[in-house]
């Protein structure tokens, strides 16, 4: 991991290990800017480290035979969203912890097809994440039906909030924008005939909207 300034100024090493394990494409890193970390996944182990490269130190293990994939802290900084991952990339599930690392819970349990991408709430209360619910399980990973889920805390409630995607497509890689009143995402054909699009719609699925063509992995400034 690197830091640099906006202006691409002042490029700094931070870690020296790389963010790796099953299916990291490294991107498995959060800003903990309340205090003024990082947090990263390396294999089974999920670190924290400050932001100029010190004091590194392990904060989680993940369950036997898992690595952690994503990480994603809440806007309170007092708990840790995270995928763990087999050997297959749709062998994979979401576990919830407290900032240290304590009382792992798995709040999304290994189903067909692949899980991916959470993302919280500005409450804190619910988050993203999607999952292809063809079931489709090959092994390059491809998607014929993924879809963006809302997670409610409070109840375990689950929501699809994909039910106008177009057929055909997925719907990958949410994000709540910093009002809380729309999700921003990508969507792509599913046979990779077309290059993918950024989206945003209303919270509960409706007003979808295409923002910009031939772009992915949107977040919001």
Request: negative net charge; hydrophobic residues 30%.
């Amino acid at each position: 991991i690197y830091t640099m300034d906006k202006n691409s100024s002042d490029i700094r090493k931070v870690t020296n290990i790389p963010v790796d394990g099953y299916h990291n494409y490294g991107n498995a890193f959060d800003w903990d800017e309340q205090r003024g970390k990082i947090l990263f996944s390396h294999y089974q182990y999920l670190y924290e480290i400050e932001a100029d490269g010190s004091n590194m130190r392990p904060i989680a293990t993940a369950p036997p035979d898992r690595h952690f994939r994503e990480v994603a802290l809440s806007p309170d900084g007092s708990q840790i969203l995270a995928v763990t991952m087999g050997e297959k990339v749709y062998d994979s599930e979401i576990y919830l912890m407290n900032r240290n690392g304590s009382n792992q819970q798995e709040v999304v349990g290994n189903m067909a097809g692949i899980i991916q991408s959470p993302s919280w709430a500005i409450d804190g209360n619910s988050f993203l994440f999607t999952r292809d619910v063809s079931g489709n399980e090959s092994i390059d990973g491809r998607m014929l039906n993924s879809r963006i889920f809302s997670y409610n805390l409070a109840n375990d409630q689950t929501t699809n909030l994909s039910q106008n995607k177009a057929q055909g497509t997925n719907d990958t890689h949410p994000r709540y924008s910093p009002t809380g009143d729309q999700v921003i995402f990508t969507n792509a054909p599913n046979n990779a005939s077309a290059p993918p699009d950024i989206w945003v719609m209303d919270t509960d699925g409706s007003n979808r909207e295409k923002l910009i063509t031939n772009g992915e992995l949107p977040f919001w400034e």
